[in-house]
């Protein structure tokens, strides 16, 4: 069975820093998802990623599928990006849906 | 829609009633999934639909749960005989291919159940 963890399980952080949310996974996969949830809110999907590192704006997401991990930055945080990011990933080779890590509550202060 | 439809957005039920969630997916998706997150809980799959293949029912937590895809479009999840651990926001997401191909997952708003 694949095991997602993520850390940290919360982070406070004040405006403008740099924020590094990590995920490790325990199975080989195909693809991993970093989602994103708002309170009260729905999910985005802001990246999905098999290799190397995507950019979006100030959100950065990189992955070494040689040692299972995966991390997600964001860049001169601000307090919008306070939400729920969870790491989601895809096995490889089977037909389940996603296996997810239990989220990393962000909360940027002005 | 561009974009994944869910309805209703919020559910309140009694406890035995049955209750349908729907899912539209984004057009010309194949891949179908429902999760669900209880409060305090991560993300829990339920069932997936991959064109007209049959569905991959292992996520479902009991056989109060069910779910179907009419047309390979509009699919409809029903909880029997409703209990109070079923509350959660029950969540749709489409992609264009079957995960197993490493293909984005879009997600819906989501309902949010409440039986009471």
């Known amino acids: 069975k694949n095991e997602v963890e993520q850390s940290p399980q919360n982070l406070t952080a004040q405006e403008g820093e740099f924020i590094t949310i990590n995920c490790s996974y325990s199975?080989?996969?195909?693809?991993l998802h970093w989602l994103q949830q708002h309170p009260g809110g729905g999910i985005v999907s802001l990246f999905m990623?098999?290799?190397g590192k995507k950019k979006h704006g100030r959100l950065i997401a990189t992955i070494n599928i040689q040692e299972k991990h995966s991390s997600l930055h964001i860049t001169a945080s601000h307090p919008r990006d306070s939400a729920v990011y969870i790491c989601?990933?895809?096995?490889?080779?089977?037909?389940?849906?996603?296996?997810f890590g239990k989220g990393t509550h962000l909360i940027i202060q002005p | 829609g561009a974009g994944v439809s869910q309805s209703p957005s919020n559910k309140v039920t009694e406890k035995g009633k049955d209750v349908e969630l729907r899912c539209d997916p984004i057009s010309g998706h194949t891949a179908l999934y429902w999760y669900r997150q209880s409060l305090g809980q991560g993300l829990e799959f339920l069932i997936y639909f991959q064109g007209n293949s049959a569905p991959d029912k292992s996520g479902l937590p009991s056989d109060r749960f069910s779910a179907e895809r009419t047309g390979g479009s509009v699919s409809t999840l029903t909880i029997q005989r409703t209990q109070q651990e079923d509350s959660a926001v029950y969540l749709c997401?489409?992609?264009?291919?079957?995960?197993?191909?490493?293909?984005?997952?879009?997600f819906g708003q989501g309902t949010r159940l409440t039986v009471v």
């Open positions: 997401a489409s992609s264009l291919l079957g995960d197993s191909r490493g293909t984005e997952a879009f």
């Open positions: 199975v080989g996969i195909s693809a």
């Open positions: 990623l098999s290799s």
């Open positions: 989601a990933v895809i096995p490889g080779g089977g037909a389940d849906g996603l296996t």
